[in-house]
């Protein structure tokens, strides 16, 4: 059995990623070879967020100190772990997404050398209003979280873009069609 490959989902707070992500969970939903992995985050669950494991600090400490996290930082004043669990299913040959920072992707790469980042595309004046319309953040806030968006640099490596300022199954539909070309492309060589 080969390995599975892992897919570092990069974009800036706001480009859809969690819904990118929720509908190509959804669409491959009886894939066993796809799995989509949760974060586990020092943040509240919100009702329409992102699906992840709420932890307190003692909590996320307590996961680093035991080596229970994969992958770990912290951005924006929180903090965000990638359980072990994802080196299992990697193992078994499942293909594994993630829900990354763009920031942590050099330390990603050198811990999974052979991941596949996927940049998550929009436009500032969509970002600008899909941030505003989720109503987390201050205008001050979104000004420079757009600021930031615009500065990002396109890391080295193995890079995907997928633009997400139209329909999300146009941008949904091509994060499957990535998945699904790996997952047969892993079949192929088995």
């Known amino acids: 059995m080969s390995e599975g490959k892992l897919f570092y989902v990069i974009g800036p707070s706001g480009s859809g990623k969690d819904s990118l992500m929720r509908y190509g969970r959804e669409r491959l939903a009886g894939d066993p070879g796809v799995v989509f992995a949760h974060r586990y985050i ?4 919100e009702l329409h967020g992102e699906n992840h494991v709420a932890l307190t600090e003692d909590e996320f400490d307590a ?7 994969a992958l770990h930082w912290d951005s924006h004043g929180l903090r965000y772990g990638i ?14 997404v993630l829900n990354g920072s763009r920031e942590y992707l050099p330390e990603a790469r050198r811990r999974y050398p052979g991941l596949t980042a996927i940049l998550v595309n929009v436009s500032p004046e969509v970002l600008a209003e899909r941030l505003r319309a ?3 953040e201050t205008e001050d806030q979104i000004s420079r979280r757009v600021a930031r968006a615009k500065q990002f640099m ?3 490596g193995r890079l ?15 994060l499957v ?5 790996a997952d047969a492309s892993k079949r192929a060589f088995a």
């Open 83 to 96: 359980g072990r669990e994802i080196n299992l299913w990697l193992a078994k040959g499942c293909n594994v």
């Open 154 to 156: 396109h890391p080295e």
């Open 63 to 69: 996961r680093l100190a035991t080596g229970l996290f």
């Open 134 to 136: 989720r109503g987390r």
């Open 177 to 181: 069609q990535l998945l699904s070309d």
């Open 42 to 45: 020092t943040r509240p669950v």
């Open 160 to 174: 995907e873009v997928i633009a997400n300022d139209a329909e999300l199954h146009v941008a949904g539909e091509r």
